[in-house]
Structure formats: structure tokens, C-alpha cells
């Protein structure tokens, strides 16, 4: 017979990795603050191997506009300004033979507004993964009728697994929010 705890906490877990996964896509989205988040997709060719950009360089944030990378060997300047323009981070490096720095532009009303609507597609996408998720665990409640699992006790769990739901819905409209604030700031 099946385990409903067990299959609310599966379900649970698969709503958290989803809501996980979009909060990690906003950090990526730049909305004129300088982040250092924006940089964790960049791959370096350090001594033959593509590795992160944080394993050969500090990444700082001197100010609201500015992003630092100091590589740990001078020699990867050049490889690290090559893998952030090789990358879709959309800003050109500027360095001084020690440091290489990040200068992010102002965004447009223009282009705020299409990081906004950006932002609601992967929110939109992440919602669909979470009703999908709560549909498949319907199911599952369902089919165990058959298999022994009484109403009352699948009504109960269906109740549950409708709170779960929202509640992760609720998360994902509060980081929506919260990004759409931070990138709409001038």
C-alpha cells in the first residue's frame, strides 16, 4: 500500500528543488547591481581544464556598479577576460594588469521591462513544474485507492498536498516580486 507521507514528502522535495531552481535563475539576472551570482555560469580554461571562475580568482563587488575579479596567478588575466566574453554575461572586461573589472551599465525602463518579462517566463515555467508535480502526486493518490488506501485518508492527503502547493506557489510570487522590485529600482 502507499506510503502517503511518504509520497507528500516527495512531492514537497520536488516543489522545493523547483522553487530552488528559480531563485538560482534570478540571481543570474542582472538588474544593474553589481552581483557577483551573474558570474557563476563563466568557465576558465586554467592549465588546459575549463574550471569555474571562482576557483582561479576572488570575484568582489567594490561598489553598487562595479565587479572586481582578482585572479590568484596574473597569468589568467587573459584567460578570464577571454571565458567572460566568451560567456552571456553581456559586459566587456576591463583590466589593469592585476585586476579585472566589470563596469554594469545602468539598465534602460526598456530593458528593465525585459528583464521583468524574462524573470515571469522562468517564473511561469517553474509554476508549471510545481502543478505538475502536485497532478502526478493526484494521481498516485488515486491509483491507491484501488490498492487499498481509504477516501477519507486520500481526501486527507490530497488536502495536504493542495497546501504544499500553495504554499511553494506563494514562494515562487515572493521572489518574483522581490526581483521585479530590485530590477525596476532605479
Known sequence: MLDVKATLS??????????????????????????AAILDGVRVNS???MVPLNQVASVTIPDPRTIAIRPWDKKA???????????????T?????????LNLPQPTEERRKDLVKQCNKIGER????????RSEIKDKLKKAIKDGLSEDNEKDAEEQLQKIHDKYIKK??????????????V
Do not use: C, F, H, W
Not at 578570464?80 to 559586459?91: F, L, N, T
Not at 572586461?93 to 573589472?101: A, L, M, T
Not at 515562487?172 to 529600482?185: H, P, W, Y
Open 172 to 185: 515562487i510570487e515572493t521572489l518574483l516580486d522581490e526581483k521585479q522590485k530590485e530590477i525596476m529600482t
Open 126 to 133: 517553474t509554476k508549471v513544474e510545481i502543478r505538475n508535480a
Open 77 to 91: 588575466i587573459r584567460d578570464i577576460e577571454k571565458a567572460i566574453m566568451d560567456s552571456d554575461v553581456g559586459i
Open 47 to 49: 592549465y588546459g581544464s
Open 10 to 35: 516527495e512531492a514537497e522535495e520536488r516543489m522545493e528543488m523547483a522553487a530552488m531552481y528559480l531563485d538560482e535563475q534570478l540571481q543570474r539576472i542582472r538588474a544593474g547591481r553589481a552581483n
Open 93 to 101: 572586461p576591463e583590466n589593469n594588469g592585476e585586476v579585472v573589472r
